[in-house]
């Protein structure tokens, strides 16, 4: 499989990029290289592998269990906020 400049220049419209020829070029000698050397990858016989969607045999989960959490009401939240705007509580802006 090879990455021609017809394939590039549809990908650049696409992609809304105005890039020059010899960007063009560029990209297509660095993009045939990856594929050159994925192809000793894509050769590597699977014939028989299981296919897996995570690398290991293990699956154990160290996440603690959800507990139910108290939330306060909306309009108690509002209540004790030092401004708001409609439903919402309002903060002084701290960055420039």
Do not use: C
């Amino acid at each position: 499989m090879q990455i021609n400049l017809e394939l590039l220049k549809e990908l650049q419209e696409d992609a809304m990029l105005d890039l020059t020829e010899k960007e063009l070029q560029d990209i297509l000698k660095v993009e045939n290289q990856i594929l050159k050397k994925f192809e000793k990858v894509l050769s590597v016989d699977t014939d028989g592998v299981e296919e897996l969607h995570y690398p290991f045999d293990f699956n154990f989960t160290y996440l603690r269990e959800d507990d139910k959490t108290q939330v306060l009401p909306q309009n108690e939240i509002l209540r004790n906020a030092p401004s708001i705007d409609g439903d919402f509580v309002t903060i002084t802006k701290v960055v420039k």
